[in-house]
């Protein structure tokens, strides 16, 4: 589904200047050198989100992960994502989202900003921690992509880095910009994340870097060390005030792009043809948990609609979800879920602290720490969701782990939860989560899904690069297919 009406939307609704200002931004529609870095900046941000939240950046991996459920012939319809099938608007607006949409405004933002007097160190860091941030999404998606040869206009076919080389320049960016962050310096873009708060742009860059050593430490053992370093120093996102979200609003062309499309196609009916996945439902109802009557409503169980289930009842993929017949699936609360001021998360304090405990205990055996993290992280998420008292949810989990094991299995399907709106990040957690076929959630191939790979590589582990883009870079670009692992995916 094309979402570019929504990112147009948004870009020209997040901006406050006149129409008359709107139109003297540029000399040349190719050339925006004599526009304040703050509108670039708020441009990107706005982009980033929109194509995140679209329907080619969200439901897609929502459906082939099988953390969201078509239902088939009873919802969205037979085939496609959900059988690794992805369209070419799937391919190119994630990859132009990176390039073209994000990254092409924030370059051009710090270029700005290194010419002004005085100075803008803070501009320019705010710029580049959410650009390494883009492009921290960017390789989760597609792996090897161009990056230190990216969006530079004197070069036509940039080189694909190598997805090690990706994050270890998004480190080393990320470093810099924890460094030029300036307290002294009040010139800062007011953004609509922080307001331009200086403190929490360094604990999120921290987090970042956090977050890409956590994904890349399976294959570089050696990270182990900087992430125990980052525990003990801490300054890293440490409360829901620190949660770095793009804020929606409950208007028409600046709400959030799922519930444009619900609007679109449901209208005020509520219909629901997106449903939860099994590996989500039976997680949540192992341990009880209070936010299943925020995040599902009861399916029915005859014909007539007006009796409900009792259970929550998760749909399996590529499977018809019977809605009329007892036993029926439950439906996404869309409403709640997909509210039109819903803001999208980009990292939250209650994924902060999930990192944080898979850490404790996977690289310091602080069994201790690593549940009152879990703990912590449980109130956090339960908290964003509206529910005050998470104590009745902590106290479904073992009072003390009893080994590393139980630990990460645990952990690691509370991300599963946390993540379950954002499902790139959901995916990204569950593919370092475990070896080929020992990922957490267990999940397997759907029935009629595409394969190539050899066993549990039939899985989804990737896009693949747009032909468009193939055929631009010619032999840069590398020949992958969607069952192909990721440096970084054991």
């Not at 998420?381 to 479904?396: H, M, N, V």
């Amino acid at each position: 589904m094309k979402n570019i009406i929504y990112i147009l939307t948004i870009l020209l609704g997040t901006s406050v200047v006149s129409c008359d200002d709107y139109l003297d931004i540029n000399t040349s529609p190719n050339d925006s050198s004599n526009i304040e870095p703050e509108y670039l900046f708020n441009g990107a941000g706005a982009a980033l989100s929109a194509n995140r939240n679209g329907g080619d950046g969200s439901i897609p991996f929502g459906f082939a992960t099988q953390i969201w459920a078509t239902g088939w012939s009873e919802g969205w319809g037979a085939g496609a994502e959900d059988t690794y099938d992805m369209s070419i608007y799937t391919l190119n607006n994630n990859w132009s989202g990176v390039y073209v949409n994000t990254a092409k405004n924030l370059v051009q933002a710090i270029k700005i900003a290194e010419t002004k007097t005085p100075a803008q160190p803070n501009v320019i860091a705010q710029c580049m921690t959410l650009n390494m941030l883009n492009f921290y999404f960017g390789t989760t998606m597609f792996g090897d992509m161009p990056f230190s040869e990216a969006n530079k206009t004197e070069i036509s076919q940039p080189k694909f880095d190598s997805q090690e080389d990706v994050l270890n320049g998004i480190i080393t960016q990320l470093d810099e910009a924890i460094a030029m962050f300036d307290n002294s310096s009040g010139i800062v873009i007011n953004d609509y994340y922080y307001n331009g708060d200086v403190d929490k742009w360094i604990s999120l860059a921290k987090s970042i870097k956090f977050r890409a050593l956590m994904l890349m430490v399976d294959k570089d053992p050696s990270k182990s060390t900087e992430i125990q370093q980052m525990l003990t120093a801490g300054g890293m996102i440490s409360s829901s005030a620190g949660t770095f979200g793009f804020p929606y609003i409950d208007k028409t062309g600046n709400n959030h792009p799922m519930a444009a499309i619900r609007n679109a196609y449901y209208g005020p009916s509520g219909i629901e043809d997106m449903f939860p996945g099994k590996s989500l439902v039976d997680i949540m109802n192992t341990y009880n948990d209070p936010r299943r009557s925020v995040f599902f409503r009861f399916g029915y169980t005859n014909s007539d609609e007006d009796e409900y289930e009792t259970n929550y009842i998760g749909v399996v993929a590529t499977e018809n979800a019977v809605t009329k017949e007892a036993g029926a699936s439950s439906f996404f609360n869309g409403d709640v879920i997909w509210a039109g001021d819903k803001t999208d998360d980009l990292f939250t304090y209650a994924e902060q602290l999930l990192l944080e405990a898979e850490a404790q205990a996977r690289f310091n055996n602080n069994l201790i720490a690593a549940r009152s993290l879990l703990n912590d992280a449980l109130a956090a998420s339960c908290e964003k969701w509206g529910i005050a008292d998470a104590s009745a949810l902590q106290a479904e989990f073992p009072i003390a782990f009893a080994t590393k094991a139980e630990a990460l299995q645990i952990i690691y399907e509370q991300f599963w939860v946390a993540q379950f709106d954002r499902p790139l990040e959901a995916w990204t957690t569950w593919r370092r989560s475990g070896t080929i076929g020992n990922e957490i959630p267990a999940l397997s191939k759907p029935a009629n899904a595409i394969t190539g790979g050899a066993g549990g590589e039939d899985m989804f582990r990737r896009l693949v690069i747009p032909p468009d883009v193939t055929a631009a870079n010619g032999d840069n670009a590398p020949d992958v297919e969607h069952y192909d692992r990721m440096w970084f995916d054991l």
